[in-house]
């Protein structure tokens, strides 16, 4: 997997390097602001791009600014940005294309190496990954008389780490349920939110997350 | 707050307590100056005002000129005569004439000093105008009154009867003695008083505005400075105790946190060799505690500068906390371009302590946020349909928005009737930057 990481601190972006190259990860180019990574990105064509929201020149969110203008020249371009925060804001801007393939997740979510890496290759998969911080919050939000309401606690639970980005047999390991009983409960949280069974997860937990 | 000093006032226009405040906001609201907004939600306003409480000065209208007049002394002398109204020189004119007329040195040098005091103490000159024009008056009523006296003596005595031969009822009586006495110095009298009479009912009643409006001018500068002086002190009490909150708040988080991680790291170092799995135990706690502590950070950062407002200013910020917040948000912002940074994180506070209340209290099920900037000012309106009674003199939170806005000269009003719906406008004059980000 060819990745491209952009990180303005350089022990961090260090780190970021050691750690994938531990993984078994190929580094594609690692880069320190905005236009380098726009460079990078264009002219690397990685398989995942791990990019920094707040990068030179600017040090506001330059990183995803840069992230979101190579997706429009390159659709689905697989992007994970990093942050010291998450904002709703920022997550409904990467998801507005529609094209998959982005991940947004707090920058401490590094330290659970294993877990980040398949966020990685889920992303690089065209998967879709939001940080359970932006999760709860969506979930926080309707919490009146939105369709999610009508969910029960456990479909709850599968509902934020399918955006998380898990499979289902990660889904049922981390729930102490069967495969069987993950799939049941799509089922019965797709009916309830009345999307469309046909569509695969990734654009099922799009519609939810955009809704 | 003090209520009556910060000038509150309740129960909208003609119900004030304390210090009569011209142009409240309810005033304004009334009056149709607000700006316009984009939908037809002005009807609930106007009827909600009613109840509304709407507390903080607004100073605006003369503020400009206290500024300028603040902040440009020593005020050039030409200046200052256009403040006091260029009527003040006919002060040391009035006296030039007196001292002409007077022929002695001790007027023209009273009318120097005049002259002098005009130029530099406009508002003494113009009490010096009114006393002297009600002496000239004085003293011209006294001269007219012994002219008549003298008139009638005139055309009473000898010497008029001897040449008319025909007594007091002669119809040529005052066209005679005028041609008899002219140039006698009782017309040019006669003349004189009268002028002044003319010239003094003229002038005292300007006089009498140019005081007027020095004096009115001198309250509102004090009214202004005792303003400044306690905004000034509520900030700086904020501050203060918003930098021993942050103090605590390191001390007993991140900053604990850290040290258990050094202390755990450091056992971990010990234990690699006789208990490796005593070690990996600490390690995968220090792990967790670390991310513990970046998340005590983070809450922190965010109570300080929120990072959307840093990357992109107001607008995307208020957005950012319609989007995060439970209960169903609104944005509705048209902002031309960026408030000065101070002023940006004080409404973004303010907004954010606002909506908080909503969400806390009024039960609301919908919250509408709208934004607007014109002519100097802007404009935040944050309307709930919940059920209304918010008290701004109940509870902290009200009272802090009006706090911190009032540092900017900003404004709050809350409108929340029993049964609802809760408006509460914050006004702040600012000027607008260009963006920073073009909105892509």
């Given at each position: 997997m060819r990745v491209?990481?952009?990180?303005?601190?350089?022990?961090?972006?260090?780190?970021?390097?050691?750690?994938?190259?531990?993984?078994?990860?190929?580094?594609?180019?690692?880069?320190?602001?905005?236009?380098?990574?726009?460079?990078?990105?264009?002219?690397?064509?990685?398989?995942?791009?791990?990019?920094?929201?707040?990068?030179?020149?600017?040090?506001?969110?330059?990183?995803?600014?840069?992230?979101?203008?190579?997706?429009?020249?390159?659709?689905?371009?697989?992007?994970?940005?990093?942050?010291?925060?998450?904002?709703?804001?920022?997550?409904?801007?990467?998801l507005a294309d529609r094209a998959g393939g982005v991940g947004y997740l707090l920058k401490d979510r590094v330290f659970t190496d294993d877990q980040f890496v398949d966020v990685l290759r889920t992303v690089a998969k065209g998967g879709t990954v939001m940080d359970p911080e932006v999760v709860a919050a969506l979930l926080a939000r309707h919490s009146r008389d939105a369709p999610i309401a009508r969910l029960t606690e456990r479909e709850r639970d599968v509902l934020t780490l399918m955006a998380e980005g898990r499979s289902n047999t990660a889904i049922a390991q981390q729930l102490f349920v069967s495969e069987k009983a993950v799939s049941k409960h799509c089922t019965s949280i797709f009916a309830k939110l009345d999307l469309p069974p046909s569509e695969s997860d990734n654009r099922r937990v799009l519609a939810v997350l955009n809704s | 707050m003090a209520p009556d000093s910060a000038g509150q006032k309740v129960g909208g226009p003609g119900h004030s307590r304390g210090v009569p405040v011209e142009d409240t906001l309810p005033q304004a609201l009334s009056e149709g100056r607000h700006l316009p907004t984009t939908s037809g939600g002005d009807a609930p306003y106007l009827a909600g005002w009613d109840h509304a409480h709407c507390f903080g000065h607004d100073e605006r209208t003369t503020m400009d000129h206290m500024n300028r007049l603040l902040t440009s002394l020593p005020v050039p002398v030409p200046r200052r005569l256009r403040d006091a109204g260029w009527g003040v020189l006919l002060v040391p004119v009035a006296l030039?004439?007196?001292?002409?007329?007077?022929?002695?040195?001790?007027?023209?040098?009273?009318?120097?000093?005049?002259?002098?005091?005009?130029?530099?103490?406009?508002?003494?000159?113009?009490?010096?105008?009114?006393?002297?024009?009600?002496?000239?008056?004085?003293?011209?009523?006294?001269?007219?009154?012994?002219?008549?006296?003298?008139?009638?003596?005139?055309?009473?005595?000898?010497?008029?009867?001897?040449?008319?031969?025909?007594?007091?009822?002669?119809?040529?009586?005052?066209?005679?003695?005028?041609?008899?006495?002219?140039?006698?110095?009782?017309?040019?009298?006669?003349?004189?008083?009268?002028?002044?009479?003319?010239?003094?009912?003229?002038?005292?009643?300007?006089?009498?505005?140019?005081?007027?409006?020095?004096?009115?001018?001198?309250?509102?500068?004090?009214?202004?400075?005792?303003?400044?002086?306690?905004?000034?002190?509520?900030?700086?009490?904020?501050?203060?105790?918003?930098?021993?909150?942050?103090?605590?708040?390191?001390?007993?988080?991140a900053q604990a946190r850290l040290v258990a991680l050094g202390i755990n790291l450091r056992a971990a170092e010990h234990l690699f060799k006789t208990n490796p799995d005593a070690a990996l135990a600490l390690v995968a706690e220090s792990r967790v505690s670390s991310a513990l502590a970046l998340a005590e950070l983070r809450a922190l950062v965010r109570g300080i500068h929120p990072p959307v407002l840093a990357d992109r200013g107001l607008a995307d910020a208020i957005r950012a906390l319609a989007l995060g917040s439970p209960v169903p948000a609104e944005a509705d912002i048209q902002l031309p371009g960026d408030p000065p940074a101070p002023v940006e994180s004080a409404v973004y506070f303010a907004v954010a302590e606002v909506l908080a209340n909503a969400v806390k209290h009024s039960g609301a099920g919908h919250v509408h946020i709208r934004i607007a900037y014109q002519a100097g000012m802007l404009r935040v309106e944050v309307t709930d349909d919940g059920h209304g009674g918010a008290d701004p003199a109940q509870g902290t939170g009200l009272a802090g928005v009006e706090r911190r806005m009032s540092t900017f000269d900003g404004i709050v009003a809350v409108s929340s009737p029993p049964g609802g719906p809760t408006i509460i406008v914050i006004e702040v004059p600012c000027a607008l930057s260009l963006p920073k980000i073009c909105s892509s």
């Open positions: 491209v990481v952009a990180e303005d601190l350089f022990l961090l972006r260090e780190g970021i390097t050691r750690l994938l190259q531990a993984h078994g990860c190929d580094i594609a180019a690692a880069v320190g602001d905005g236009p380098a990574l726009i460079q990078a990105l264009l002219s690397e064509r990685p398989d995942v791009a791990i990019v920094d929201v707040r990068l030179p020149p600017t040090f506001t969110d330059e990183g995803l600014r840069a992230a979101l203008q190579a997706r429009r020249q390159v659709p689905g371009l697989p992007v994970l940005v990093l942050s010291q925060y998450v904002e709703q804001l920022y997550a409904r801007e990467l | 030039l004439i007196v001292a002409i007329f007077g022929r002695g040195v001790p007027l023209a040098v009273t009318a120097a000093l005049a002259a002098a005091a005009t130029l530099v103490v406009p508002a003494v000159a113009a009490d010096l105008v009114a006393t002297g024009v009600m002496f000239l008056g004085l003293y011209a009523t006294f001269l007219t009154g012994w002219m008549i006296l003298m008139f009638f003596q005139v055309i009473g005595n000898d010497y008029y009867t001897l040449y008319s031969g025909r007594g007091l009822l002669a119809m040529n009586a005052y066209s005679d003695w005028f041609i008899t006495s002219i140039g006698s110095g009782v017309v040019r009298d006669v003349m004189t008083s009268a002028l002044i009479m003319a010239f003094g009912v003229w002038l005292v009643p300007r006089t009498i505005g140019v005081h007027a409006g020095l004096v009115q001018r001198n309250a509102a500068l004090t009214s202004r400075v005792t303003r400044l002086a306690e905004t000034r002190g509520t900030a700086v009490d904020s501050a203060a105790a918003e930098l021993r909150r942050l103090e605590r708040d390191l001390h007993d988080g």
